[in-house]
């Protein structure tokens, strides 16, 4: 079975683009348009289902990336959370990485 990415981010395009290089690769994509949708879908998602990864969106409507993984760690501890963003703001990585405890802090 092809490992399952979830990819958080609002901007369509950046998903598109993302979908488009990981299932080239084999990769299995699940899409969400922001950080409160994708908690709604992590809720629901069966434990055989789960992401390996979490790709977020630092800046979303609703919920932003941080906070997203925050939660997201305690519905699917066992993924990788990267968070990515368009702002190289220090503190933003800093808090995602002792808060949302990610993997990686990405640059677009």
Do not use: W
Request: negative net charge.
């Amino acid at each position: 079975m092809p490992h399952h990415i979830f990819l958080v981010d609002d901007e369509e395009a950046v998903r598109l683009i993302l979908t488009d290089l990981f299932e080239s690769r084999g990769y299995r994509i699940t899409e969400a348009v922001d950080g409160a949708a994708a908690l709604e879908q992590l809720k629901n998602t069966s434990d055989e289902d789960t992401p390996d990864l979490i790709l977020a969106d630092y800046q979303m409507p609703n919920l932003n990336g941080v906070d997203f993984l925050v939660a997201a760690h305690d519905i699917c501890p066992q993924a990788v959370r990267i968070l990515l963003t368009a702002h190289g703001d220090l503190e933003v990585a800093v808090n995602a990485i002792n808060e949302a405890r990610v993997y990686k802090f990405i640059t677009k």
